[in-house]
């Protein structure tokens, strides 16, 4: 089983609309999520870290669910510049261990 | 001026050769890592240097060996390259205890 799963879409989604996705995890003494973002050819950027309260960032809200072992995000009246890889991230043990992505998954915002 | 910048950016040679990328960080964080990702856009985690020490060796080639000279670099030395060693590489660093991670802008390394 992989360690973090994720749906690689794509995703098409017009302009405007609301979006979700999640990732799973497989290792229950995970400690630290995130949402990464990677555009084509480019290098992954944190888009956002995810708490088990749940936090939002403009547009963007993250969720964490422990019991459950998987991680959301959703994206609100989303834009075209919202196009792009969204990576599932888990630390597990110290952050000296590196990530552990998800292959990612695949969103097209169209006009 | 860039945090951490890694060269060269394109990388086209042959199979058998040896060859390197450099990466440098100017951020004074402890950690330094190399990703590698695939034809398939899998990134996963191939060393990762804290003070110098290694601290973890994923089950990567023998043929791969990282060298750091000092906290600030991290280069990545390739033997006797292979046709599966094409990939993008990304050199990446963190400050200790604290997870926020950055990327160079990446190696597209291809080996013909």
């Known amino acids: 089983r992989k360690e973090v799963e994720q749906d690689p879409g794509p995703f098409n989604v017009p302009e405007g609309a609301t979006v979700a996705f999640n990732c799973t995890y497989s290792?229950?003494?995970?400690?630290?999520f995130f949402w990464y973002r990677q555009d084509c050819r480019k290098e992954p950027k944190l888009l956002m870290s995810?708490?088990?309260s749940g936090n939002e960032d403009g547009r963007f809200t993250a969720q964490l669910n422990r019991a459950s072992q998987y991680i959301s995000l959703l994206i609100r009246d989303s834009k075209l510049s919202d196009s792009a890889t969204y990576l599932c991230?888990?630390?597990?043990?110290?952050?000296?261990?590196?990530?552990?992505f998800g292959k990612g998954t695949h969103l097209i915002i169209q006009p | 001026d860039t945090a951490v910048s890694q060269t060269p950016k394109y990388l086209v040679t042959q199979m058998g050769n040896d060859k390197s990328i450099k990466c440098e960080q100017n951020?004074?964080?402890?950690?330094m890592y190399w990703y590698k990702q695939d034809s398939k856009k899998f990134l996963k985690i191939m060393f990762s240097?804290?003070?110098?020490?290694?601290?973890i060796n994923e089950t990567v080639p023998n043929r791969f060996s990282p060298k750091s000279p000092d906290k600030a670099h991290l280069n990545l030395h390739i033997n006797s390259l292979e046709l599966g060693d094409s990939a993008v590489y990304f050199c990446?660093?963190?400050?200790?205890?604290?997870?926020?991670?950055?990327f160079g802008s990446g190696t597209r390394l291809t080996v013909v």
């Open positions: 991230v888990v630390i597990s043990g110290g952050g000296a261990d590196g990530l552990t």
């Open positions: 990446a660093s963190s400050e200790q205890g604290y997870y926020g991670y950055t």
């Open positions: 951020l004074g964080h402890d950690t």
């Open positions: 240097y804290n003070n110098k020490e290694l601290i």
């Open positions: 290792n229950s003494a995970s400690q630290s």
């Open positions: 995810v708490y088990s």
